[in-house]
């Protein structure tokens, strides 16, 4: 019995924080054995004017804020794309890329890595903590149990219809905004009623992260990457607009299939479910206070703290499309819910306060994740081996068939993407060099601007130095058992994303 237990443990998925550990060594090597460079860069300064040119060596110089100026360093862009702000970030001026010093990240860069991503991702793990606070305080009044048992109640048969519809909203706020990291504060109030509806935590958690993937991915105006990459490539967002809203509708429908039958699977036989083996532990951390036979009333106080609670969600997502707000305000928004809620809830001063502090610290391991995820970033803009990727992938695709060339930049796009997950950082930097491709093999640059974006919202489906991993940490679901779900869907969603690009480069 206990050599079976042995090997039972030996067999056991690492958690998180070591997979993240794993990949942070892995990116440290790949600095002593990727050689290091860089690409001049060019920014523009709207109070003087000018262009500011940085070298590879770190030498400044500047340059008239003209359109001539650009076409002297072969960047195919409009000048009034610099001065109404569309490009904010330098961007990588083509021809420029020279090797440098190498610049390994050893012990002491492994160590403080996680450090200073912690310091890098305060605004996040804020924003993640008082969450945790607001769950806790309205968990502990029976808000969200009487909620569940009304909503099982009108739901009863039609459950598949609430996938759709949480599925449906986020997808249209990631194709419109890049709605993401903010998805994390539905987890908590989506995970029971999935339970209670007979679905596993994996339904909720592809309800959620792939409707916020799958419109990201195929993103129509999101400006923190289409729109972004189309300026950067000199082209009109417009462009491709009607291919990619198509796209988005047919990747949509082909994942909500998928998740339907996995959801039907479950809910016919819950021993079909990937993590089915932590049922209890996960009903226990989710419906703890939840007894379909026994729940508390849905009265006027607990409607209302409701109300405030969810009130919260338009006024966030107009802050953010709007570009007024990111993680402060609305952190500070979500603090002024906690506030409210704590006078509604009826504890007095000391149990609300303990009570916010307990659900703050059930999301420790969250924010730490987001931390050391940021760290693996770290260590790969401190070897400065990102332009040496950018310089060698875009050496690969010269010269190709159309409809190869818009595959391998799909792919070359992914695997970029892993280096640098910033949607718009990628933009700026791979575009002036990547667009101009097109020309060569006489296709649009939409069709680049349209791979980059696939591409790299194709690899976000699992990668550990994105939200998969905090994602994972919250709903109490290990990485291996996402990718058991999730790797066949990657493959049909990247089957299809290719043969569209072919398409594309036919128009």
């Avoid at 237990?5 to 550990?21: D, G, H, I, N, S």
């Avoid at 209302?304 to 107009?318: D, R």
């Avoid at 058991?484 to 690009?501: A, E």
Wanted: hydrophobic share 50%.
């Amino acid at each position: 019995m206990k050599k079976q237990e042995k090997k039972k443990k030996r067999l056991q998925f690492p958690t998180a924080f070591t997979v993240l550990f794993i990949i942070l060594v892995l990116a440290a090597i790949l600095t002593y054995i990727v050689p290091a460079g860089l690409y001049s860069k060019l920014s523009y300064d709207s109070e003087q004017n000018i262009f500011i040119i940085e070298n590879h060596e770190g030498e400044i110089s500047t340059l008239p804020a003209t359109q001539e100026t650009l076409e002297s360093l072969n960047i195919k862009m409009s000048i009034n794309k610099f001065v109404d702000g569309s490009i904010k970030k330098p961007i990588a001026i083509p021809g420029t890329y020279e090797r440098i010093a190498q610049s390994p990240q050893g012990l002491l860069s492994i160590i403080m890595s996680p450090i200073q991503g912690v310091m890098d991702t305060v605004d996040i793990m804020v924003f993640v903590l008082i969450l945790g606070g607001i769950i806790g305080l309205i968990n502990k009044t029976g808000t969200f149990d009487a909620g569940i048992a009304a909503l099982s109640k009108r739901t009863k048969g039609k459950e598949f219809l609430l996938v759709v519809i949480v599925s449906l909203l986020i997808a249209l706020g990631g194709t419109t905004f890049g709605l993401a990291e903010e998805t994390i504060a539905l987890y908590p109030i989506l995970m029971p009623i999935f339970l209670a509806s007979g679905y596993d935590a994996i339904v909720c958690i592809a309800a959620i992260y792939m409707g916020s993937s799958i419109g990201s991915m195929f993103s129509t105006v999101n400006p923190f990457s289409v729109v972004i990459a189309s300026d950067a490539a000199g082209i009109s967002f417009s462009e491709g607009l009607a291919f990619r809203a198509i796209s988005l509708v047919l990747a949509m429908i082909l994942t909500l299939i998928y998740i339907y039958r996995y959801a039907k699977r479950v809910q016919k036989d819950p021993k079909s479910s990937l993590i089915y083996e932590d049922k209890i532990r996960i009903e226990e951390r989710f419906l703890k206070h939840y007894d379909s036979e026994n729940v508390v009333p849905f009265n006027w106080r607990r409607i209302l703290m409701l109300v405030v609670f969810l009130g919260a969600f338009p006024i966030l997502i107009w802050g953010v499309s709007t570009g007024i707000w990111w993680f402060p305000e609305m952190s500070g928004l979500f603090l002024s819910v906690a506030i409210i809620i704590i006078f509604l809830s009826g504890f007095s001063e000391k149990e609300a306060v303990n009570t916010f502090i307990e659900g703050a610290a059930d999301l420790i391991g969250v924010v730490l994740i987001i931390g050391v995820a940021r760290a693996i970033n770290i260590v790969m803009d401190n070897g400065m081996i990102s332009d040496t990727l950018l310089y060698h992938t875009s050496s690969i695709i010269g010269n190709m068939n159309r409809g190869i060339f818009a595959a391998v930049q799909m792919l070359l796009f992914s695997f970029l993407g892993f280096f640098v997950p910033s949607s718009s950082g990628l933009a700026t930097l791979s575009m002036p060099i990547m667009a101009p491709l097109a020309d060569t093999v006489n296709i649009s640059r939409a069709v680049v601007v349209t791979a980059y974006n696939w591409g790299q919202g194709w690899m976000a489906f699992i990668t550990p130095t994105g939200l998969i991993l905090a994602t994972l940490e919250m709903v109490d679901v290990t990485y291996n058992k996402w990718l058991k779900f999730i790797l066949p869907l990657m493959g049909i969603i990247g089957v299809f994303s290719i043969i569209m690009l072919v398409l594309q480069t036919l128009l």
